[in-house]
């Protein structure tokens, strides 16, 4: 064990900077993108692996509803770390190895999000009602503001399909990321009015 941490030590040693940082971010960013992966497979808090194919249609708002996710973010830095890597060792340049690294991990998340919109076009079948969605307990995914003072973002279950939708509350409490909430009305096609579950 000594000697295996001796040679780790040396070569982690030998790396520049720029190494060491591109070495962790895509270390890190793999083994993150990894567990979120296998998690969604195993039957996680998420619909699929990949995310849920049908919250773009459910929105029906464009690519860039797809773009900023945590996969996407991770498959970012996945790229990044490791595009970055590759050129460095070849071209020894730090300005091209940055350019070259960030505009990989840019494409990935494009090409991702692309991915994302075409499944689901494919996948929907225009037969899901949000009125089924009441009654329903939603997840908070993004911070939903009191006093309906602003928009957040749950997930709810409707007709054993996993959404994400815009949310408000008439509380007067904010309802935080990862908390409960129960679906009372539908405001819009794409807005659920949501209230603290108990």
Sequence with gaps: MNILLSSFDAWWLSKTSLEQILWGTAVIATVLLGIQTLTGFLGGDHHSAFGDADDATAHDDGIHSQFFTVKNLLAFFTMFGWVG?????ISNNITYTLLSATGAGVATMI????????????????????KNAVGQVAK???????GRTGTGK????????LKELDAITDDGDA???GSNAKVIAVITDDTLLVTKNN
């Design 85 to 89: 890597l590759g050129v460095f060792s």
């Design 111 to 130: 090409l991702i999000a692309w991915l994302f919109k075409q499944i689901s076009r494919l996948q929907y079948n225009g037969t899901t009602e949000l």
């Design 140 to 146: 908070v995914y993004l911070n939903i503001p009191g």
């Design 154 to 161: 749950v997930h709810v279950t409707i007709q054993s399909a």
């Design 175 to 177: 309802l935080p990321t």
